[in-house]
């Protein structure tokens, strides 16, 4: 049987990136529904039913849970079905869930807020805010040390591959837009290495809308 494509809602950031690179590391069949934020598509009331919280990224499956089509909203969320849906990258027993689950949320609770503050204050502010730029640098300095202490002597956030590490990899891409300095965190330089070389990834980083 012909598994049907799940709709994916995406825009090129790293909350969009964490998704696509989870689909190709799943093998998982996929059609790009565009949401432009830069024009506000998040808002428009058919995305709305799908993602409540007007945020991107969102997927609807067609062959979710019975059969029956579902939608799932919030990256974090997104990664976890897809893990147990294809099995891949998320552990079955629940110590090793424990693990990824904590690094998940780590993520999307940390390190996804504050450097996301901190490309707002630095980048994109219309005015200059020297307490947000360096209270969000420092923030972000802060978990990055924290990654960096967590990789010494591993491979990866919680032993094995897993989606703990697609979560947190796309918005280290950006390290230089938060004020980082990747060369003094050598842990984490390495772990960009070797996530980088999965041919997964490197389609995954795709920001072609299709």
Wanted: a positive charge; proline letters at 7%; glycine letters at 8%.
């Amino acid at each position: 049987m012909t598994q049907q494509p799940i709709d994916f809602y995406f825009w090129p950031t790293p909350n969009g990136h964490k998704i696509r690179i989870m689909l190709e590391e799943c093998g998982l069949p996929y059609r790009v529904k565009p949401v432009d934020i830069t024009k506000g598509d998040q808002f428009k009331p058919k995305f709305l039913k799908i993602s409540p919280n007007n945020r991107m990224p969102a997927i609807v499956d067609p062959d979710g849970p019975g059969g029956e089509p579902i939608s799932v909203f919030e990256s974090g969320a997104i990664l976890q079905y897809l893990g147990r849906k294809t099995r891949k990258l998320y552990p079955r027993t629940e110590r090793a869930r424990v693990e990824v689950d904590e690094w998940l949320f780590w993520q999307v609770g940390g390190l996804g807020p504050m450097a996301g503050q901190a490309h707002h204050f630095r980048i994109y502010a219309t005015e200059k805010v020297p307490y947000g730029i360096a209270r969000y640098t420092k923030e972000t300095t802060r978990l990055y040390g924290v990654l960096d202490k967590r990789l010494k002597g591993r491979s990866f956030i919680a032993g094995a591959y897993s989606i703990a590490d697609i979560a947190a990899y796309p918005w280290v891409l950006s390290w230089e837009r938060q004020g980082q300095v990747l060369d003094d965190f050598r842990n984490i330089k390495a772990w960009v290495e070797r996530i980088s070389a999965r041919e997964a990834v490197q389609r995954g980083l795709s920001t072609a809308l299709k």
